[in-house]
């Protein structure tokens, strides 16, 4: 699974995390493909509360043990 996201709160103002199957993770700087979108999202991350908008999912919130201030849009792939 790859997460392509735009925004301010990460490391880069453009990143793509990649999730594999045994649920490592790791981020590049950029765009990284093969891209195939499956949902659109924005996460919008204050404090410790996170609310996420996904065009697959709909409507999550969540809580998170850190503090962070993040406004993301990204593009979730295959």
């Known amino acids: 699974m790859k997460f392509i996201e735009f925004g301010i709160g990460n490391k880069w103002l453009i990143r793509t995390e990649t999730e ?11 765009i990284v493909g093969p ?14 509360t996170v609310v996420i908008l996904d065009s697959k999912e709909g409507f999550k919130k969540s809580k998170k043990d850190r503090n ?11």
């Open 20 to 30: 594999l199957s045994d649920g490592t993770e790791f981020e590049e700087k950029g």
């Open 35 to 48: 891209i195939k979108p499956q949902s659109l999202y924005l996460r919008v991350w204050i404090g410790k």
């Open 68 to 78: 962070e201030i993040k406004i993301i849009f990204g593009i979730k792939s295959h």
